[in-house]
């Protein structure tokens, strides 16, 4: 896509952790702020929408990495440092 424009690509894998009071406060904040979850409880009855809180709550679980009771969980993504000729 650069081409000869681009005197240097440089990929580089990295961790965002995100960091919550709780669990619990992550899946509030998100349930309420971020439109890809607050469409998906939306578009849920109530049993469905404990079902799907109970899912996410265990998966955080999983991946949590605190033990105080905060949620502290990483999320890797891909940097992409493109440098123009």
């Not at 440089?10 to 992550?26: L, W």
């Not at 607050?38 to 849920?44: E, N």
């Not at 949590?64 to 940097?79: H, K, P, W």
């Amino acid at each position: 896509m650069f081409g000869p424009a681009a005197a240097s690509i440089n990929a580089k894998g990295r961790n965002f952790m995100f960091r919550y009071r709780s669990p619990e406060h992550f899946l509030d904040v998100f349930r309420t702020y971020y439109g890809p979850m607050l469409k998906a409880f939306a578009a849920l009855d109530e049993a469905s929408q404990q079902g799907l809180r109970n899912d996410v709550l265990a998966l955080i679980g999983r991946m949590n990495r605190a033990d105080d009771g905060t949620m502290v969980v990483a999320s890797e993504y891909l940097e992409i440092v493109i440098t123009k000729r």
